[in-house]
């Protein structure tokens, strides 16, 4: 009886371990065709945008985008308001639908048909258990045609920029754009207030959360005209892409309506293709033996901080 105690015993262990084989068999083959899934079929694509700002002016909204990877990009998807999904004032809706994977994400266009005034915080995209975070901060606006009722946005990086003011500083509000090999950002500026970084001999780093836009070579700069201070001279911008590159763009001039051109607002394009400023902009202001004042921006005032309203 003992012996065939043991027996048993063994051929039960047996079996468990060929159970065992067969599920960690079976694990494998279920990974593998997840692999197989992404690499070559179909994939859920779970859209997210969120609204901070809403008011519908006419029809029902009409709403489409388009996701672009490294493989391909999904075609146009449409949504209809109030069939499809609601739009509500700070609040969020969620398009799901199955493509072809993709790859990495590249950009993300989005609209909507022009019947309503919304503005957009941000855009969630997730696929496989990855998320992609796309930073809007942009309004589409009904009022508008072309561009004002569709955007291009792109992932979610990390920048560092730092404002070298010369020898006048201002109070008014600043805003910026950086153009890249792959395309614009959103238009960004400082959150308000209670004084201004843009001080006389001083240099602002300010983080930012933008769409990944490519290696840099344009940024557009300008104020509002407000406050107290408004004739700023302007050294020069450092960009940093964290992780990657850093870029200078040199300006050497007044964003003034009294003192250089006239002008409030500035094309920079990076050190390397900047041309020779010889004497033609007032350039008095920091040298390496001025004392320099620093001041670092926290980063949590920064995250999704911007305007959709002002530009120039």
């Given at each position: 009886?003992?012996?065939?105690?043991?027996?048993?015993?063994?051929?039960?262990?047996?079996?468990?371990?060929?159970?065992?084989q067969?599920?960690?068999?079976s694990?494998?083959?279920t990974?593998?065709?997840n692999?197989?899934?992404?690499?070559?079929?179909?994939?859920?694509?779970?859209?997210?945008?969120?609204?901070?700002?809403?008011?519908?002016?006419?029809?029902?909204?009409?709403?489409?985008?388009?996701?672009y990877?490294?493989?391909?990009?999904?075609?146009?998807?449409?949504w209809?308001?109030?069939?499809?999904?609601?739009?509500?004032?700070?609040?969020?809706?969620?398009?799901?639908?199955?493509?072809?994977y993709?790859?990495?994400?590249?950009?993300?266009?989005?609209?909507?048909?022009?019947?309503s005034?919304?503005?957009i915080?941000k855009?969630?995209?997730?696929h496989?258990?990855e998320?992609?975070?796309?930073?809007?901060?942009h309004?589409l606006?009904?009022?508008?045609?072309?561009?004002?009722?569709?955007?291009?946005?792109?992932?979610?990086?990390?920048?560092?920029?730092?404002?070298?003011?010369?020898?006048?500083?201002?109070d008014?509000?600043?805003?910026?754009?950086?153009?890249?090999?792959?395309?614009?950002?959103?238009?960004?500026?400082?959150?308000n207030?209670?004084?201004?970084?843009?001080?006389?001999?001083?240099?602002?780093?300010?983080?930012?959360?933008?769409?990944?836009?490519?290696?840099?070579?344009?940024?557009?700069?300008?104020?509002?005209?407000?406050g107290?201070?408004?004739?700023?001279?302007?050294?020069?911008?450092?960009?940093?892409r964290?992780?990657?590159?850093?870029?200078?763009?040199?300006?050497?001039?007044?964003?003034?309506?009294?003192?250089?051109?006239?002008?409030?607002?500035?094309?920079?394009?990076?050190?390397s293709?900047?041309?020779?400023?010889?004497?033609?902009?007032?350039?008095?202001?920091?040298?390496?033996?001025?004392?320099t004042d620093?001041?670092?921006?926290?980063?949590?005032?920064?995250?999704?901080?911007?305007?959709?309203?002002?530009g120039?």
């Amino acid at each position: 009886r003992d012996q065939q105690r043991s027996s048993s015993f063994k051929d039960q262990s047996g079996d468990q371990k060929i159970r065992d084989q067969q599920k960690s068999s079976s694990f494998v083959r279920t990974s593998d065709d997840n692999m197989d899934q992404r690499q070559s079929g179909e994939v859920e694509y779970s859209v997210t945008v969120h609204v901070n700002e809403f008011s519908n002016v006419g029809t029902p909204l009409g709403f489409y985008y388009t996701l672009y990877g490294e493989k391909g990009n999904s075609g146009l998807k449409k949504w209809q308001a109030g069939e499809d999904f609601d739009v509500e004032p700070n609040s969020s809706f969620n398009f799901k639908k199955p493509l072809s994977y993709l790859g990495k994400l590249q950009k993300l266009v989005i609209g909507h048909d022009g019947n309503s005034n919304m503005f957009i915080g941000k855009i969630e995209v997730m696929h496989n258990k990855e998320k992609v975070e796309f930073i809007c901060m942009h309004s589409l606006l009904a009022d508008k045609v072309g561009s004002e009722s569709e955007i291009t946005v792109y992932p979610e990086a990390q920048f560092e920029i730092s404002f070298h003011t010369g020898h006048t500083g201002t109070d008014a509000r600043v805003y910026a754009r950086l153009y890249g090999n792959h395309g614009q950002s959103v238009q960004f500026d400082l959150p308000n207030v209670d004084f201004s970084p843009f001080l006389p001999n001083s240099v602002a780093t300010i983080p930012k959360q933008l769409g990944d836009v490519g290696p840099l070579y344009k940024m557009d700069i300008w104020h509002d005209n407000s406050g107290d201070n408004l004739d700023w001279f302007l050294e020069k911008v450092v960009v940093t892409r964290v992780g990657k590159d850093t870029v200078e763009f040199v300006c050497n001039d007044w964003l003034s309506e009294k003192h250089g051109d006239g002008k409030i607002s500035k094309t920079l394009l990076v050190k390397s293709e900047s041309p020779s400023q010889n004497g033609n902009y007032e350039t008095e202001g920091l040298t390496d033996d001025d004392d320099t004042d620093t001041f670092d921006w926290p980063m949590e005032n920064q995250r999704m901080s911007g305007t959709g309203s002002l530009g120039y």
